[in-house]
Each structure stands twice: as C-alpha cells, then as structure tokens.
C-alpha cells in the first residue's frame, strides 16, 4: 500500500517569512495529492491539491510543487501570517478509489 | 459548497456502553463515505469506507464487530463504538465525497470527541 512521509513535524517561523512542508510518496500510481488544513479541534480543510499532470500550483500565498520521478510534493506558503497557524496535513492516492493516505501532518506555528 | 455534519460534537459514557456516531451530507447525496480515528497530535487514521446500500469496507486491524458502520442511505452514515473502553477514547471524524466536486474530493465533518470513562 501507500506510505506517506511528512516533514517537519513542527515548523515554527515568524510572520511574514514563508514556510514549507515537505512529502514523499511510495506508490508510483498515486496521481493524487491534496493538502488539508486543521485548526484545533475542528475539521481538516481541503486548501489546495495537485493532479500528476501538472507539476505546480498555485492559489494566492498557498503553491504546491510535485516531483513524480523523485515521488515528493512540496507546500509553500509565503507570507505567512497568524491565522496560518494550524496543522498541515498532506496525502495521496491513486485513480480508481481515490481513498487518501495521509501523512503524519506538520504543526505550523507562526509567530506575530 | 458540500457540507458534512456530524452529531453528536462530543460524548461521554461510561465504559461498556454503546456510542452510535451519525455523519450526513446536508446539500448533496454522498455513495461513498469513510470514518478516520485521529488521536492528539496525530494523523487521520482511515477506519472504513461506507458504501451506500452495502457493507463497509474494514481497514486493516480495525475491528468491525467492535465499530458497526451502517450507510442506509445517500445522506447517512452512523458508527456504533459497541462496549466502549477508555482505549476507544478518541476523535471520530466522517468525510463524504461530493458527486458536485472532483472524483477525489473529500469533505469533512467536524469530528466527534469520544471519551470513555
């Protein structure tokens, strides 16, 4: 099956400098690759994904990168800001049931 | 958007007791969802996909005779925590897929804290 590795656990930066988290995949058929948010206590939000035909996307101040030789994917968030503080979580899957693996997910702390 | 909820937000009960979960898709009709475990400052553990009309699908190591998933219809799926134990204590969250976004999108409820006495 699936493994997704996720790092860094934790990422601590101040306002304003950018962040970025980083997975890796195991499956080479994963084409898949979403990125969720989750603030404490509430429920992950989907805040930006990426098919394998493209290799980057971007949504104002959240761009996602994905190598599939190197099978990495990559979250950057610039600018970052307080309310960006919450947990990161990256997954993948594959076409067919598109059931998510999810890695072990990244505490950002952005400090005003 | 496609919303989920899920009751009730937050349980207590006493050890040995039943705990039923409900999740529901409010504006769209869900074939598929699936039920994760999340402990604190841990990843989203995927316990079972619920098929509308059908039985779930198990994960590995995830006991079904101990978390009874039923999906009776398109906007319905419950767990039941049979005989709960403190182990159990944990965060239920649901997430459905909307016929309205991508294939691959998921939906999240807002989770269910579960603590056993």
């Known amino acids: 099956g699936e493994n997704v590795e996720q790092h860094p656990s934790t990422l601590s930066v101040q306002e304003g400098d950018s962040a970025v988290i980083k997975c890796t995949y195991s499956d080479s058929a994963s084409n898949y690759f979403p990125w969720y948010k989750q603030e404490l206590g509430k429920r992950p939000q989907l805040i930006i994904d990426?098919?394998?035909?493209?290799g980057e996307k971007k949504d104002q101040r959240i761009a996602v990168t994905l190598n599939k030789t190197a099978k990495h994917f990559s979250l950057h968030i610039t600018e970052t800001q307080p309310e960006d503080s919450a947990v990161y979580f990256c997954?993948?899957?594959?076409?067919?049931?598109?059931?998510?693996?999810f890695g072990r997910g990244t505490s950002l702390i952005v400090h005003p | 958007g496609a919303v989920v909820s899920q009751h009730p937000s937050r349980v207590i009960c006493k050890s040995g007791t039943s705990v039923k979960i409900e999740c529901r898709s409010l504006?769209?009709?869900?074939?598929?969802m699936f039920w994760y475990r999340q402990f604190p400052k841990k990843s989203l553990m995927l316990m079972a996909t619920s098929n509308e009309g059908s039985k779930a699908t198990y994960e590995q190591g995830v006991e079904k005779d101990k978390f009874l998933i039923n999906h009776a219809s398109l906007t319905l799926s419950t767990l039941t925590v049979t005989s709960a134990h403190p182990e159990d204590s944990s965060f239920y969250i649901c997430?459905?897929?909307?016929?309205?976004?991508?294939?691959?999108?998921?939906?999240f409820g807002p989770g269910t804290r579960l603590l056993v006495l």
């Open positions: 997954a993948a899957s594959a076409g067919g049931s598109y059931i998510p693996t």
């Open positions: 504006d769209f009709q869900a074939t598929t």
């Open positions: 990426i098919r394998s035909n493209v």
């Open positions: 997430s459905a897929r909307s016929p309205s976004g991508t294939q691959e999108t998921q939906y």
